[in-house]
């Protein structure tokens, strides 16, 4: 059984598209994330939702908006894509309490 | 502010050698937590170990263990008699519940080569 999965694994797109990644987690946690990972393999919170509100936004621009339609599901939109976006975006999600944070496959997102 | 140093990039070694990998952690928060996640080549991230800052003791899971020291800000990870399968990219973790939420802050990562 898939604990956090994600859609799709690989999306290529061009410059100036709006486009979507989708993240579902069946544990049954509080909180869910998205972390990009640049091409140095550095890792870094983006944000953060803890039963469907807002908690932590991490100076990422606007055109960048998390969706949070229900507590296992956080989705990703980004318009307007740039070079600079690509990058593998990785979904993860926790019990707040317990701090250890499951994470998702990953999605490849390549802007040409 | 929370900080997380893992000085070595790149660590290569030969199959059935025991390896460290280093973390060097800083934060102000009395309560925080420390991970390790292995990310393989097919690049998910994989969970290795949590560890609370009241606990000190040290870890071992088969050929994987854990030092951590508060008193250097460290918790390094030891591979016993590494194999190929080893080779990742390996990240130390912090986090604390400071806020209201946790967040985790990552190394830059320390990439693993094991050869045969």
């Known amino acids: 059984d898939t604990a956090v999965s994600q859609t799709p694994k690989y999306l290529v797109t061009q410059m100036g598209n709006d486009k979507s990644i989708k993240c579902e987690q069946n544990?049954?946690?509080?909180?869910m994330y998205w972390y990009k990972q640049d091409s140095k393999k550095f890792l870094k919170i983006m944000f953060s939702y803890n039963n469907k509100e807002l908690i932590i936004n991490e100076t990422v621009p606007n055109r960048f908006s998390p969706k949070s339609p229900d507590k296992a599901h956080l989705n990703l939109h980004i318009n307007s894509l740039e070079l600079g976006d690509s990058a593998v975006y990785f979904c993860a999600s926790s019990i707040v309490e317990d701090n250890e944070q499951f994470f998702g496959p990953g999605t490849r997102l390549t802007v040409l | 502010a929370q900080k997380v140093t893992q000085a070595q990039t790149e660590i290569s070694v030969v199959e059935k050698e025991d390896v460290t990998l280093d973390c060097v952690y800083e934060t102000r928060d009395t309560t925080y937590y420390l991970f390790w996640y292995k990310q393989p080549p097919s690049g998910e991230l994989v969970f290795l170990i949590r560890?609370?800052?009241?606990?000190?003791q040290n870890e071992i899971s088969g050929r994987y263990s854990w030092n951590f020291q508060k008193s250097t800000s460290s918790f390094n990870f030891t591979i016993t008699a590494s194999q190929v399968v080893d080779s990742a990219v390996y990240f130390c973790?912090?986090?604390?519940?400071?806020?209201?939420?946790?967040?985790?802050?990552f190394g830059a990562g320390t990439r693993l080569a094991v050869h045969p």
């Open positions: 560890r609370n800052s009241f606990d000190e």
């Open positions: 973790a912090l986090s604390s519940f400071s806020g209201g939420y946790n967040k985790l802050i």
């Open positions: 544990l049954g946690h509080d909180t």
